[in-house]
């Protein structure tokens, strides 16, 4: 039983914030009952996105909806908050929330009041102020991003198709894709093998029309998975015609021209960032400690350091790595470690409330596991080095295996049980972002510039 009366604010809906307060339904089952215990969960989005899928739904190979994980469902026991907290004041156990009702309202944030706070808001995509970047680039980091750039990358194919102007079919068929970690390389492999074997339906563009370029900016690629495999990935992207740029910068896309460091330039309509992320605002909008690099300070127990009644984990937090052999390491901010750490996490409030004694997050990075398209992949686990069919078999049951509820997992099963019998959907439904224009020609108003498509 829990010495008193516990309200749990959960900053997040993502991989911690999901699994922690799922972790608290079951640990605080009874006093959830008794109404000893509440669990608030304030998210951008009702739903939880499942990443590393991201790429797969782009090709087509897994549908958006089978993606993320409605939060309703899963955490029946908590209340739901869609909104963002836009600051925190820890000092007086506050956070000032924004949701759809107070944009309605116009009556500004609204105040939540709190006992126990789990930091896990995550992070956004690290933008850098390169010119046309914000006009032309598509990020990688949500379902709704990942479908967007499926359509326009069929749609620039259609735009290849029909046009009787070189330079525009050339920019149509040139994708630039700027970042070599996981979302950047799983990206572009697998869209690429998308749009390869769309081909075969168009008359009159082939795949060696196609340009596929990988910017990075440092010497290698895929360093999760060593350096022997990412020598590796480099050299078979490269034999599928994909032009990969090391130690590479992109300094313009203005006017739809990508101009890079070593003096290249590729006039393109496709431009897809994934160089890096940073931790979330709302850190910076606190009064909690941070380091260097903007995460929290935190302890081997995931308490924010310093901060009683404060927890936090994930990309948002610097948690010291103890198993790591020089001191001073952080664990790295990716899924393996933030679905650990989310048990650790929930486990830690429970026992806190109770007067337990805490544990310590401690889990050996064990490898990982990278798709690149249809059968093609890179993998590294428990040391051993794996490419090809094997590391392609293995990232999806490795994954298959993490998707959250048995529902998701049964779905997306029989989805790639189904795409191995059957044809690619080669559909393009860009219009889906602009669901209102062909009403709007037809009750009198002017047609957009691109009333159909997504670009």
């Given at each position: 039983?829990?010495?008193?009366?516990?309200?749990?604010?959960?900053?997040?809906?993502?991989?911690?914030?999901?699994?922690?307060?799922?972790?608290?339904?079951?640990?605080?089952?009874?006093?959830?009952?008794?109404?000893?215990?509440?669990?608030?969960?304030?998210?951008?989005?009702?739903?939880?996105?499942?990443?590393?899928?991201?790429?797969?739904?782009?090709?087509?190979?897994?549908?958006?909806?089978?993606?993320?994980?409605?939060?309703?469902?899963?955490?029946?026991?908590?209340?739901?908050?869609?909104?963002?907290?836009?600051?925190?004041?820890?000092?007086?156990?506050?956070?000032?929330?924004?949701?759809?009702?107070?944009?309605?309202?116009?009556?500004?944030?609204?105040?939540?009041?709190?006992?126990?706070?789990?930091?896990?808001?995550?992070?956004?995509?690290?933008?850098?102020?390169?010119?046309?970047?914000?006009?032309?680039?598509?990020?990688?980091?949500?379902?709704?991003?990942?479908?967007?750039?499926?359509?326009?990358?069929?749609?620039?194919?259609?735009?290849?198709?029909?046009?009787?102007?070189?330079?525009?079919?050339?920019?149509?068929?040139?994708?630039?894709?700027?970042?070599?970690?996981?979302?950047?390389?799983?990206?572009?492999?697998?869209?690429?093998?998308?749009?390869?074997?769309?081909?075969?339906?168009?008359?009159?563009?082939?795949?060696?029309?196609?340009?596929?370029?990988?910017?990075?900016?440092?010497?290698?690629?895929?360093?999760?998975?060593?350096?022997?495999?990412?020598?590796?990935?480099?050299?078979?992207?490269?034999?599928?015609?994909?032009?990969?740029?090391?130690?590479?910068?992109?300094d313009s896309c203005a006017d739809r021209v990508a101009v890079l460091s070593d003096g290249a330039r590729f006039p393109t309509r496709t431009v897809v960032w994934t160089a890096g992320v940073k931790p979330h605002p709302v850190l910076?909008?606190?009064?909690?400690?941070?380091?260097?690099?903007?995460?929290?300070?935190?302890?081997?127990?995931?308490?924010?350091?310093?901060?009683?009644?404060?927890?936090?984990?994930?990309?948002?937090?610097?948690?010291?790595?103890?198993?790591?052999?020089?001191?001073?390491?952080?664990?790295?901010?990716?899924?393996?470690?933030?679905?650990?750490?989310?048990?650790?996490?929930?486990?830690?409030?429970?026992?806190?409330?109770?007067?337990?004694?805490?544990?310590?997050?401690?889990?050996?990075?064990?490898?990982?596991?990278?798709?690149?398209?249809?059968?093609?992949?890179?993998?590294?686990?428990?040391?051993?080095?794996?490419?090809?069919?094997?590391?392609?078999?293995?990232?999806?049951?490795?994954?298959?295996?993490?998707?959250?509820?048995?529902?998701?997992?049964?779905?997306?099963?029989?989805?790639?049980?189904?795409?191995?019998?059957?044809?690619?959907?080669?559909?393009?439904?860009?219009?889906?972002?602009?669901?209102?224009?062909?009403?709007?020609?037809?009750?009198?108003?002017?047609?957009?510039?691109?009333?159909?498509?997504?670009?």
């Amino acid at each position: 039983m829990v010495k008193e009366r516990a309200r749990i604010l959960v900053v997040g809906g993502g991989y911690v914030g999901m699994y922690t307060a799922l972790r608290l339904q079951r640990k605080l089952k009874h006093e959830l009952e008794r109404g000893e215990a509440e669990i608030t969960v304030v998210t951008p989005d009702s739903y939880m996105t499942y990443q590393p899928f991201l790429p797969e739904a782009a090709a087509g190979s897994i549908s958006p909806r089978h993606v993320v994980v409605p939060l309703r469902r899963v955490l029946d026991r908590c209340r739901i908050v869609v909104g963002e907290a836009r600051s925190i004041d820890h000092a007086k156990r506050t956070a000032t929330l924004t949701t759809l009702a107070t944009q309605e309202e116009g009556t500004g944030g609204q105040q939540i009041t709190y006992d126990e706070l789990v930091l896990a808001p995550g992070s956004v995509s690290r933008t850098l102020p390169i010119p046309g970047l914000a006009e032309y680039a598509i990020g990688f980091k949500t379902v709704e991003e990942a479908i967007g750039l499926r359509n326009h990358v069929i749609e620039q194919m259609d735009i290849a198709s029909s046009t009787r102007d070189p330079a525009v079919r050339d920019a149509a068929l040139t994708f630039v894709f700027v970042g070599g970690g996981y979302a950047g390389v799983e990206a572009l492999g697998e869209l690429e093998d998308m749009a390869r074997y769309a081909t075969r339906y168009y008359h009159n563009v082939q795949p060696e029309d196609m340009r596929w370029i990988l910017v990075e900016a440092s010497d290698r690629i895929l360093p999760e998975v060593g350096e022997e495999m990412g020598r590796y990935t480099v050299t078979e992207l490269r034999r599928r015609n994909i032009d990969v740029r090391l130690d590479t910068r992109l300094d313009s896309c203005a006017d739809r021209v990508a101009v890079l460091s070593d003096g290249a330039r590729f006039p393109t309509r496709t431009v897809v960032w994934t160089a890096g992320v940073k931790p979330h605002p709302v850190l910076a909008a606190s009064d909690l400690p941070l380091t260097g690099r903007g995460r929290l300070r935190c302890t081997p127990q995931l308490t924010v350091d310093g901060a009683p009644h404060a927890w936090a984990a994930g990309d948002a937090a610097a948690v010291p790595d103890v198993t790591a052999a020089e001191p001073g390491r952080e664990t790295a901010p990716n899924a393996q470690h933030a679905v650990r750490q989310a048990k650790v996490l929930g486990d830690n409030i429970a026992h806190s409330l109770r007067g337990e004694p805490l544990d310590t997050y401690a889990h050996k990075y064990v490898g990982s596991v990278a798709s690149l398209g249809l059968h093609k992949g890179v993998a590294q686990v428990y040391g051993r080095k794996l490419k090809g069919y094997p590391a392609w078999f293995m990232h999806r049951v490795y994954h298959l295996s993490r998707v959250p509820t048995f529902n998701r997992k049964a779905r997306v099963l029989a989805e790639w049980t189904l795409s191995g019998l059957f044809k690619r959907e080669i559909v393009s439904l860009g219009s889906l972002e602009h669901p209102r224009a062909e009403f709007e020609l037809a009750a009198g108003g002017k047609r957009s510039p691109d009333p159909k498509g997504s670009s």
